[in-house]
């Protein structure tokens, strides 16, 4: 039997919280003695990376919709009759969460979404998740002959195993299109999506208003790291929604998080508080954010940042 693993991709590029989903599903295989098939919708360049993080086939849905979530969920759940699986894997982003739910109620079977650890078979089947905002891990069983998992991004990590994915197109039936797509725009980028993001340097209202935050982006192009604000911020139209972390906004799990002028309010850490490393700017020796940070700096954050750019700076040219 196989384990099936339901991916994304962008630009004939599986996503990074696709391949640590198969990352994942392979660490599981090694116990198990399956194997991984990786199945994805729209075109792929080769296998898009899944043998190299350890799938042995990919399918290539190329005609389904991938903006149809309706379509996906049919071709994964024929994928799954075909290759006999009992556990389906995917990434809890954006995309999983809209295939996850429905292959669970097709296929009336026990799932987990946000699971930050590898499988527990001692006795029965167990998993952990993050609970209350991420002030609590929940250990949860399931007992149902087939199990989805979804994988919260950043919490199981990438390591290549080498090889490459026997690549097969799909060509089932996955049913009529229930989405039509006019125009795709692509945002041409090389900044790390947040989800996916190990290095994100954020800021609040402690800048004091949009035309500071030059000092910002220098530090987070120095450091090769992605852009995020407080809620605040965002309301206010000083930074796009797009970059809002919290509890309403983007929730996080990079390897260093650098809050900057953030008093960190709990719907705040709640977004934040599963990255590896923090580090808080703050003029307010009393700010919350201090409690949940591993490193904390009193000070002024004109004064601060320059000089943390001046360092990254330094240690770049070091190289």
């Known amino acids: 039997m196989s384990i099936v693993v339901f991916v994304s991709n962008t630009k004939g590029k599986i996503n990074k919280a696709g391949l640590e989903a198969i990352c994942y599903a392979a660490d599981v295989a090694k116990d198990s003695g399956d194997s991984v098939t990786a199945v994805t919708a729209g075109s792929v360049e080769g296998d898009g990376g899944a043998g190299a993080y350890g799938a042995s086939k990919l399918l290539v849905g190329a005609s389904v919709n991938h903006s149809d979530s309706t379509q996906v969920t049919n071709m994964v759940n024929a994928v799954i009759s075909d290759e006999g ?29 946000g699971v930050t650890g590898l499988p527990d078979t001692s006795s029965g089947f167990t998993v952990k998740k993050n609970v209350f905002s991420g002030k609590a891990i929940a250990q949860v069983s399931i007992s149902s002959d087939k199990k989805i998992l979804a994988i919260l991004p950043n919490s199981h990590g990438l390591h290549e195993q080498g ?26 980028s ?27 982006e220098e530090l987070a192009t120095e ?22 972390v919290g509890q309403t906004g983007v929730a996080i799990r990079p390897n260093l998080y650098i809050a900057v002028g953030i008093s960190g309010a709990i719907q705040h850490l709640a977004g ?48």
Not at 198 to 212: D, H, I
Not at 223 to 244: F, K, N, Q
């Open 223 to 244: 450091l090769g790291a992605t852009t995020a604000c407080s809620r605040p911020v965002a309301d206010i139209g000083w930074r796009p929604h797009h970059e809002h």
């Open 163 to 188: 090889g490459s994915a026997e690549v097969s197109a799909w060509t089932g039936d996955a049913g009529a299109a229930s989405v039509t797509v006019k125009e795709v725009k692509v945002q041409e």
């Open 85 to 113: 699986a009992n556990m389906i894997v995917t990434s809890h982003d954006n995309d999983g969460k809209q295939v996850a739910p429905r292959l669970a109620a097709k296929l009336n079977c026990g799932i987990v979404t």
């Open 272 to 319: 934040v508080n599963g990255s590896k490393k923090i580090v808080v700017v703050n003029t307010d020796p009393e700010a919350p954010f201090f409690k949940a940070a591993d490193y904390g700096i009193i000070g002024d954050a004109f004064e601060v940042v320059p000089k943390l750019v001046a360092a990254a700076k330094a240690f770049n040219a070091s190289k």
């Open 190 to 216: 090389s900044v790390v999506p947040l989800p996916e993001a190990e290095l994100v340097v954020s800021a609040g209202r402690g800048m004091k208003g949009p035309e500071n935050w030059g000092m910002i």
